[in-house]
């Protein structure tokens, strides 16, 4: 069955680097997403990416957070400051069409700032 | 703005036993409702994804139920296995946003 892809599986990074969360949707989906899990809380949307570009976003997602698609298979998370706050899994999620198919998540990326 | 509640936050029951766990949403307007499971330090495992149009969806011993004019769906899974232990979640599409809102999760414990 198609996955979707995500590396690292868990990184740790310094308060203030930047760091790249990397996905690789399933081939053939047209509409990728970011959400996030901070530990015990609830898994939260933070953006939606179609045809190149970002179609929404959440409040959460500030000018630190830039997602890209640079190649047509790679769909990347960049957060360009890190903050303790950050520290969380980051899920990304591919659908075919974003409404009647539902969405297949990636197995996470455990992100820990210290 | 659409808000998911989970009931019972926690669940723990015998194994064989059948048991429900349900998801209130208070926005109706929905395009799909789709149930994950999510292992300790894992990801999301889609289960059932039920259509706005349809009642209810059916995959081995899970059976997931939509009643949007109630705000409800259930998720009835049949003679629970101590490998069904999990969070269990439901997460919303309200369409034209691309985006799906999460419930709290329902955390089962399947005891042998």
């Known amino acids: 069955e198609p996955e979707v892809t995500q590396t690292p599986s868990h990184q740790v990074t310094q308060m203030g680097q930047e760091v790249i969360l990397r996905c690789v949707p399933i081939s053939n989906h047209l509409y990728f997403y970011w959400y996030r899990q901070i530990l015990g809380q609830k898994v939260e949307f933070l953006v939606s990416f179609y045809n190149n570009e970002i179609s929404e976003k959440s409040e959460i997602f500030d000018d630190q957070f830039s997602v890209e698609r640079p190649d047509g298979s790679n769909f990347t998370l960049k957060i360009r400051s890190t903050k303790l706050e950050d520290s969380a899994m980051y899920f990304c999620a591919s659908s075919e069409n974003g409404v009647n198919y539902g969405y297949t998540f990636g197995s996470g990326t455990r992100l820990t700032v210290v | 703005k659409q808000e998911v509640t989970q009931i019972p936050a926690a669940l723990s029951v015998p194994e064989g036993e059948n048991l429900v766990l349900n998801c209130s949403f208070t926005?109706?307007?929905?395009?799909?409702l789709q149930w994950f499971r999510q292992d300790p330090g894992k990801g999301l495992t889609s289960l059932l994804l039920?259509?706005?149009?349809?009642r209810e969806q059916t995959s081995g011993r899970l059976n997931a139920s939509l009643d949007k004019s109630s705000g409800r769906s259930t998720l009835y899974i049949a003679a629970s296995q101590p490998g069904d232990s999990a969070t269990y979640l439901c997460?919303?599409?309200?369409?034209?946003?691309?985006?799906?809102?999460f419930g709290t999760g329902t955390k089962l414990q399947v005891i042998p």
């Open positions: 039920i259509q706005s149009s349809q």
């Open positions: 997460a919303l599409d309200s369409g034209g946003y691309q985006k799906v809102t």
């Open positions: 926005d109706s307007a929905i395009y799909n």
